[in-house]
């Protein structure tokens, strides 16, 4: 079976990274709206003071932001953006909850937009109604059904969040096919390094995806292997975007549970493959004073030191010295 897909956070990455791409993706008519020359503003910690802790929930993001309007007035907007990724037939009264607290907070008017990034064909709601005794309100609002979108077109522009939204749909697709899952991530990886977009976008597209596609431990390791061969064919330097995400996964996972033996073992793991990439399979000795290291320090100063040593001798002098 493959990990649990982490929608939650590498939606809220996607919005917090790519908000012009995603807004002109999924409300174009928004977009078009905003002066995207001044920055935008998160409010986060104003949405957590709206949002009780006990309705948020792991399978939807929410975020608030402050955008300058683009008519000249100067007068700021605020958006509520909520991506679901999963059928919820609260959705709607909870929109309409979410813009009335938002109106009651800040005094101004929201504009509300939703995400349905669930695989559930015909579940498209677009408003609220509520009615008693001649007493009623009907709120509408925008949203934007990611399994309808024709991502061609933004892929031949390079908006980044197309990529996302295929690796989204491929996570959704392969929930059950561990090999399913491994060939297509490969294969998104391999169109987004031939993509030609600048490096810095190419490593936080490939965070993204290998949130979205997380696979098991033996298909991850299968899949780096595949990937050392994409690497070789594409005449890649031997430390690829995707090694980098993967150390540094490993170092915020270490930090944030407090686990050394995990940040290690991570650094353990790449120092060896990117050792056996260069001067083939290291010696038994070699080998067991690497696992020997428990500095983690000193590991990502040989996993850096790997890339250029000019020599297996030299690399392994480095080690006893």
Request: proline letters at 6%; glycine letters at 6%.
């Amino acid at each position: 079976m493959n990990e649990p897909t982490q929608y939650d956070a590498a939606w809220k990455q996607t919005l917090e990274r790519f908000l012009p791409d995603f807004l002109k993706l999924a409300f174009p008519d928004l977009a078009a709206s905003i002066d995207w020359s001044t920055p935008v503003s998160f409010l986060d910690t104003e949405l957590q003071e709206i949002v009780r802790e006990s309705e948020s929930g792991v399978m939807r993001v929410d975020k608030l932001v402050e955008v300058k309007r683009r008519d000249g007035t100067g007068e700021l907007l605020l958006i509520h953006a909520e991506v679901q990724a999963q059928r919820d037939d609260a959705l709607p009264e909870r929109m309409f909850r979410y813009f009335c607290r938002i109106m009651d907070r800040f005094r101004r008017f929201p504009v509300s937009v939703a995400v349905l990034a669930d695989p559930t064909p015909n579940w498209k709601p677009t408003r609220f109604v509520i009615q008693e005794q001649g007493c009623g309100v009907q709120f509408a609002f925008p949203v934007c059904k990611l399994s309808e979108l024709d991502l061609e077109p933004w892929l031949a522009t390079g908006n980044p969040v197309a990529r996302v939204i295929q690796a989204h749909r491929m996570a959704q697709k392969t929930g059950g096919n561990p090999l399913a899952r491994r060939q297509g991530k490969l294969g998104l990886v391999r169109n987004l390094l031939l993509s030609g977009v600048p490096e810095q976008e190419i490593h936080e597209v490939l965070r993204l995806i290998h949130w979205l596609l997380a696979l098991s431990a033996e298909e991850e390791q299968s899949f780096r292997q595949d990937l050392r061969k994409l690497q070789e064919e594409l005449r890649m330097p031997n430390l690829s975007p995707y090694d980098r995400i993967v150390w540094e996964e490993g170092r915020v996972e270490g930090r944030v549970e407090g686990r050394h033996e995990g940040r290690v073992a991570t650094l353990r793991e790449l120092l060896m493959e990117h050792l056996s990439l260069r001067f083939g399979p290291p010696g038994i000795d070699l080998q067991s004073r690497i696992e020997a290291i428990q500095d983690e320090m000193e590991l990502r100063k040989l996993a850096r030191w790997v890339i250029s040593a000019p020599s297996l001798e030299e690399f392994s002098r480095a080690i006893s010295g």
